[in-house]
């Protein structure tokens, strides 16, 4: 599976858009770009994935660029409630080929 | 719907004891998967399965052991504790392997 780098901690203040950004430069063509955050201690929570195209549900959109090296999740109005640890994860679709959760990335929205 | 639930969700053992850790999905979902996160990091995979009566190693297989005898549970086991092994173990489940993995709450397991 490709390797992501995402930026270790990032600030949003509450009710502006926050935009978390996702290095992937070496995936490869049947690579799907994965987002789960992490809310305090809790399990991880799912958020959107997707392949080439961008992708848009009720909790966020994912811009994938042209080339495929770098993504960017989009939180939209981020609440207090939105400060987690949030992970980019780039897998394959063979059984072996298992998520991997890296550092992420902490975001904190503030007031 | 219960989703996933783990149980214990915390233990605390003696370094050489043994214990099992139960996770049970409501889900019909086919994967199964165990992971560790250790104090500010992210979560590894340990074992992992891809249907009842199959299971395979992960990241860090070694000191565990793992069983997926029924299609709703799959049990993480630790024959021999070991400090090292403290760390906080989420199991999670998903019904295709390109779908979400729902997790469950997590269980605190304490080696000393």
């Known amino acids: 599976d490709a390797k992501t780098t995402q930026p270790p901690s990032m600030d949003c203040a509450e009710g502006r858009a926050a935009n978390l950004p996702c290095n992937h430069s070496t995936i490869s063509g049947n690579e799907y770009v994965y987002w789960y955050r992490q809310i305090h201690s809790q399990g991880p929570q799912y958020i959107i994935h997707?392949?080439?195209n961008n992708e848009t549900n009720e909790m966020a959109s994912l811009i994938i660029t042209e080339d495929r090296k770098s993504s960017t999740l989009i939180l939209p109005h981020a609440t207090l409630r939105d400060t987690a640890v949030y992970y980019c994860i780039v897998r394959g679709l063979n059984a072996g080929n298992m998520l991997t959760f890296g550092g992420g990335t902490r975001l904190m929205v503030k007031p | 719907n219960a989703g996933v639930t783990q149980t214990p969700k915390f233990r605390v053992l003696k370094t050489g004891q043994s214990m099992t850790l139960l996770c049970a999905q409501d889900m019909n979902h086919e994967y199964m998967y165990w992971y560790r996160q250790d104090p500010g990091m992210g979560l590894r995979l340990i074992h992992y399965s891809v249907g009842e009566g199959t299971t395979a190693k992960g990241e860090v297989p070694d000191g565990y052991n793992v069983s997926r005898l029924k299609k709703q549970n799959f049990l993480l086991g630790l024959e021999s504790a070991a400090p090292s092994q403290t760390s906080v173990y989420f199991c999670?489940?998903?019904?295709?392997?390109?779908?979400?993995?729902?997790f469950g709450e997590g269980s605190r397991l304490t080696v000393l």
């Open positions: 999670a489940s998903s019904r295709q392997i390109t779908g979400e993995l729902f």
């Open positions: 997707g392949l080439k």
